[in-house]
């Protein structure tokens, strides 16, 4: 259990690290919007490994096939299937993980809770997990920005001590790609790439904090009292893998402050309702009020170091474990269209949800 | 929609503030618990308004009565229905709040997505629905405390800027409920209150922190990949009303450490595998390692503020708006047996849902 | 589990015989119907005991109460919560249902599914339990009749032996009303009458079919391929007490063509697509084809007959079982509400999904 | 939406007939089930067209891969992603298909619907989209003879006028699989097989009647009020392609019957509670009762036949068709394995709910 995500607009993943691939079914799509592979291959690749200097070098090219749900390049309304091949697939690298556990992995907790676990390449808990996730991410911002002109971004504004202050509506996809480490600011994003490199070069790994946007979002979205918009956003976040934290609009911030201070004051902007300003989130009582939505989502040090630490093996008994191979030093670059895609498959879910509920 | 949680053991709430009253239907309880008000009442009173001098003096008191689903004091496995009837409803001195849309509430967004709201009180968004998530969580945490030797509890970290380090191993009930702010360090807790009571006096109000802890949680709760144990806990957290963050284990303040220092080694302690630090939060790739969960909600400072503020009204003109009646300065001391509510009802659906996959 | 039914336009009952009353949580109502306790009633009182001299003479007013979900005479978009009290309850009369099982009831396998059961009236298998169902199918046929023009209606055509050809197009609510027994035929309506008067003298009873129809729905309901209309529609039906059957459009009797005799042709009529036939019933693939939706559905006679028959008791020995006090010798006149109310749940539902998935 | 059946046993199906392939994932199952497509292989080829000369002559092998879930030879307790490519795809044999639409198929009401519509092979509705509950449900099949000893079979009872009364303890998988059929009267099955012979000649087809049986059911499984198994069962054989009608136990023949004839008597039978007769068809109040589940499911005629037939086409125009090609004149044969499959996934969803509720 625990595989499918969102109610309306539902995706299923599957796949292992080694084995036939991994993949995406999505339900509920829309009839009749334009689709192909093209739509989905530029995130993928965004996620990709060994797609620039900073990341892992595993070389697969992660290549997405249509399976179904599409036919003379438009949606039928009926499942969606994507899959891609697992090819890179060096199992007897990783021997030693199928009789010690990783710390901080989880291949202690599914071996304990399953009775069983595949270990090469971490199976199930591998973030070749999200591929099908990205891919379903893609279809959800192709539907919010052609029907209801939402734009939805995701950029890393901090990397373990060096950060930066990103303004939610301040940044563009084209500055988010101008450097491998998706932050927009040029010159702190190269101190970025320093850190992660050193850190690299050192063994060991860092991690950080990605913000997300969704611009455009009309007033109405997000359905109290549980299935707010902000929750089921900080659950989609928190499903992705190393993410330890996630906060909306002032967040923990805005626990430093008073209500007179904290407060959006509501005001008429040429005849619409907006607030003067958002530390909401463009969020209130769970529902869209039309301003920016934008969240920090934490991610904890990549788990894998590349240093002798104790652990203990699969009979219980203390060892150490060296890991060898490669693994990314900070997974964050890569992770940008993942949270990109959890968010997309949020809104589209909620949209779908209003239609339904309230009939626009 | 959205007015369910939990997919074994699911609750669904329902009630306006003014009305016939709140209740909860509780579908999945396990049969043969042995079940009355007397389990439920006094997490309601630590909920309840009037309750000691920093919170709002609304007179109600609460009662819950359960209309089904027990018999001769044991659970039968049926839907659960609990209810409390409002009693203090004094909707002219909300009548204001029929024109005009407070500020950073959800009066606006509510209207503008359904085009129709119960104003008085709040409606729907009142706290006074969390009446029966309290309610199911008492169940729920009776539950866990019988059958699998889990405690549930939380408590108040922070007030504003007034806070204190709490170890989520070193604190017990009784402390939590020494004082009315919740917080079981003494001397930070009348720090609290003093500075929700100045708070008051100014009009003016407060947030802050709550810690949530699970101690003697087993190891293998939790369902990867999306329905993760703290993506689950996240969500519950932020249904909660005037949350806007959560973080668990390190959370967002792991982001400054590198790998090395973060990670969680194994060791075998007394025959169990256990991890020297707990970073983690008790959570490994979504599923219960066996250490205590803890996290945190941060909660913004009430909305209520008795202030004249800019705002608008249900016709979109700019408008001022000051507040009457009574209203928490600070809602945290009240939301503690929420945050309880929330962990447990997200821990029994989780165990329930791993014995049914893993028959334990 | 499995006291929910619908996706989108959701119902929980919860209840038994004896104890606090039965209820019912409508989630997922569209905002701004008008509704008031005036628009639930009347079908209450169809489904109610004692209505007429061939129903059970149990006295209880069943008069619902809406505690929650609208707000000056329309709905709010949230739950509508909706309760009778039980007040007939002379649990003496049924003391020896306390150790013996009543046989073709449900006493047996809720004891053992649950290891306890609510044995005074049966407790949650109680025919009360639908009384939730009924009105909340009120607000369902409310809405499809105002919103898309959709009537659901059903009779009894069998009772036992004595049966009628209804033409799923050709009867009223005002002829289903105008016999007690709810054939719209009134001769042998008179005839059913007869039939159940001298079973119930003789301490017998008697089952039946019911016919369903659903009138002008929209071509486009349904959703392939497991929410089928139609298998959604059968799990409705089969859900009802004493249900052992359900056919759609030509069912059973359909075995016996071939297929050039049953399919039912395309013609455009009036610039429509109309079928010449129809031995689909309304629904193709799935998918409603703005035919006329009907369907049969079979109950078994009356478990309770007042003579002495073998039976075990809770110990699991052998014994025999006389029972006393009142009960229909016949429940199909008063299953004619809930076969329309859970038709119109299941309309409902894929109204909102359809809208949900295609936008209208 | 509508392509996953199941709560806990979950399946997804997804495919068109012409396109990348059908397929199905399977979330849920429990771990460490030694599985490999050699326990599926034989379902599908049950299954499959060109398996005898009384069926459809398509030419593929349907050859299953597991693409995931699956170490080792054992189950992982992560998604289990099956898929069978498309093989035989002779879409210009079909091009009158996409400008009219096939009388008593769903081509029009998948166009209504969705406003498009894969017309090769009749797209999501041909019946390769029951591989994949197949797959999953051999699966489901493997699962109860292992841990519960529950023996699922179906078999052929009715092929339009011929028919045998089938003892649903009398039979074997040996005695179904000895005729192409799958009716285990020999004599019967050999008149049915003149029957389809004879009308596949004259171009036109037949329908009939499938008996599902399922042995060893323990007491305690299924789910009231909504969820009750036979409620679960009737949806999941009503989902089924061409099917119209589903009774369980007495079905529409135990209306004929008085109460108390129609009752099931109880007797301890050394040491057990059993029932003297079956007409519940073994379930009471939608839970198993422990005796032997029973019920027929009813098959429409084929839709195809080959002869010229009134129709409208894309337009709305009246127009005739003469479909051309290969179609089973009965698909009742290929279908016994469908039923088994649905049941069988019914009964381990229901398993695992009663685990989890009740522990067992």
Known sequence: ???????????????????????????????????????????????????????????????????SGVFEGRTLGTPISMW?????????AYSEMSEKFRPSHADYTYQAKYGIRAWPGGGRTSARETIGRVAAGAVAKKLLRERWGVEVLACVTRIQDVQVAVDPNGFTLDQVEATPVRCPDLAVAERMIELIESTRSAGDSVGGIILGVARGVPVGWGDPVFDRLEADLGKGMLSLPATKGFEIGSGFGGVAMTGRQHNDLFR????????????????????SNGETIYFNVAFKPTATVFHEQDTVDVHG????????????????????????????????????????????
Chains 1, 2, 3, 4 share one sequence.
């Open 1 to 67: 259990m625990g595989n499918s995500f969102g109610q309306l607009f539902r995706i299923t993943t599957w796949g292992e690290s080694h084995g036939g691939g991994v993949g995406v079914v999505l339900d509920g799509c829309p009839p009749r919007l334009s689709l192909s592979e093209a739509d989905i291959q530029p995130d993928l690749d965004r996620r990709r490994p060994g797609q620039s200097k900073i990341v892992t070098p595993r070389k697969e090219s992660d290549t997405v096939q249509i399976l």
């Open 268 to 287: 008429n902007v040429d005849g619409r309702v907006r607030t003067t300003t958002n530390r909401s989130g463009g969020v209130q009582g769970g529902i």
């Open 84 to 92: 891609v091949k697992n090819e890179d697939q060096r199992s007897e």
């Open 317 to 360: 008994q203390n060892t150490t474990l060296k890991p060898r191979g490669r693994h990314d030093a900070c997974v964050l670059p890569r992770a940008v269209p993942m949270v990109e895609a959890m968010t997309a498959l949020v809104l589209v879910d909620h949209a779908l949800r209003h239609q339904a509920q309230c009939g626009a």
